[in-house]
């Protein structure tokens, strides 16, 4: 995931380099997931200290642009096999990265960008239906009538 969201931006080094020297520093704590899959995660307070290093260095929106772009192509893509034999395996993952469609839709919203707020809450809505998340299918669905 970071690779794919990164490597258009960062030239320097590798980023596969970058997440490891955060590892190293305990900036990043890396969890495996039921499905295997490695998941990287940060304290809050970290989080907020590099979204305002990224504001100030002019770059919150180009990045949260390209957090929103990646969440919505998994989403397309999760969408389609999450009516197939791998249903299981994407309404977990789905689960597991559920604060990054939340984020991404929160962007979304903020920045007015109705079609893809439509787009990413329209394939989110059967993974939330299958979890029995329909307070929160309803209160994202209502955000983005809203606009």
Known sequence: MAEAMFSQIVTEKSVSDLVAS??????LQRTAKASG??????????QHFALTQLR???????????HLAYFLDLAEKGDQEIHGHK???????????????RS?????????QTTSALN?????QWSWFMRGDFILAKHWIQKVLDL
């Open 22 to 27: 955060l590892l190293d520093k305990s900036l």
């Open 37 to 46: 899959e490695a998941y990287f995660s940060m304290l809050v307070t970290i």
């Open 56 to 66: 100030s260095a002019g770059k919150e929106s180009e990045l949260r642009d390209l």
């Open 87 to 101: 249903q299981l395996e994407w309404l977990g993952r789905f689960s597991d990265l559920s604060d990054n469609f």
């Open 104 to 112: 991404a839709l929160e962007w979304a919203i903020a920045r007015q």
């Open 120 to 124: 990413l809450v329209r394939k989110l």
